[in-house]
């Protein structure tokens, strides 16, 4: 049962707004930024919600590694593509226009693909492609990250933790979206993990000693110092658990997510500089739109999509089990539970929300102070 007190939507909406205004990004652009943070805690996602507003937003802007204007640059573009430059701006902000671009194309021509460089952190990779799948339209995207994934058979984080991400159109309530790291874990459910005093569970961490560790703040240290690497789905280091796979798909979107638009890659996006100090991240992102129309049309696809969903729920349970979910049913059920309710929030995101509100001395008491 939750037990932590919830902020009302809009209330956060609003005050993340402004705090980003005052840090200097435009309001357009806040309201984007704002909106893509509440949908991971919408889907009950929140490595990604409001837990990473300070940390990977704010203070990134303030560390300088985050430009809080969004100078976006069309490198190139034909009919069907689309390559930009976000020269270090609001990776959510760049994201939101690719995709703008693309789902009107896609709608012209069948479809369309597009690819960033120079980007930053752009959320949840689902709201990307759920902005497709809202038109009707199969959406595809996955970018890069800090290097935190070891290879098969290796101990070095080589690999970012690579979201392979997709969204198909259903007849039902909600679209089937796929949305999930290719490590066992991502960066930020540890983040989570060390900011809520959890620990995170073992198998998901690969040590150069091969020692296995829990601690959830010692794991964030070391895969700084590059001490420690996240293992690939599957498991690691070695291939007994099929690591290979997962390892296979992270490169996969290494390669789409930097070679397609021509941007940097693994080392070269930690953040850190060959002197230690900090530095952009280059982060790249690539986005594909297809139109059901352009083959058997959006009724065809949204009721088969639909019936292989339900198909798969009703099949046989396993014992001690009495429901099958399909990707993207536990986050709208988690939307329909909290919808009323607002985004619940621990004591230390409580903390960032109040110091925040008054080093900017902004006009908000939230519910949990009259508590």
Known sequence: METRPYVPWELMGNFMIDVFKAYGVPEEDAKICADVLLESDRRGIESHGCNRFKPIYIDRIVKGTLLPVTDLEIVKETATSV?????????MVAAHAMMEKL????KQYGMAGGAIRNSTHYGIAGYWSDMAAKEGMIGVTGTNARPSIAPTFGVENMLGTNPLTFSLPTDEEFPFTLDCATSIVQRGKIEYYARSGKETPAGMVVTHDGSSISDSK???KMLNEGTAALAPLGGGPGDEMCGYKGYGYATVVEILSSALAGGEFMKALSGISPE???QMYHLGHFFFVVDPEAFMGIDVFRKTAGEICRQLRASAKAPGHDRIYTAGEKEYLTWLERKDK???VNE????ELIALRDEHNLPYVFPFEEE
Not at 83 to 91: I, P, R
Not at 103 to 106: D, G, L, P, V
Not at 348 to 351: D, P, S
Request: net charge neutral; proline share 4%; no cysteine.
């Open 83 to 91: 390559v930009m430059d976000a020269h270090d701006g609001m990776g």
């Open 103 to 106: 789902i009107a194309k896609a």
């Open 218 to 220: 010692a794991i964030l």
């Open 276 to 278: 230690g100090g900090s």
């Open 342 to 344: 607002g985004v619940p």
């Open 348 to 351: 230390a995101v409580q903390k």
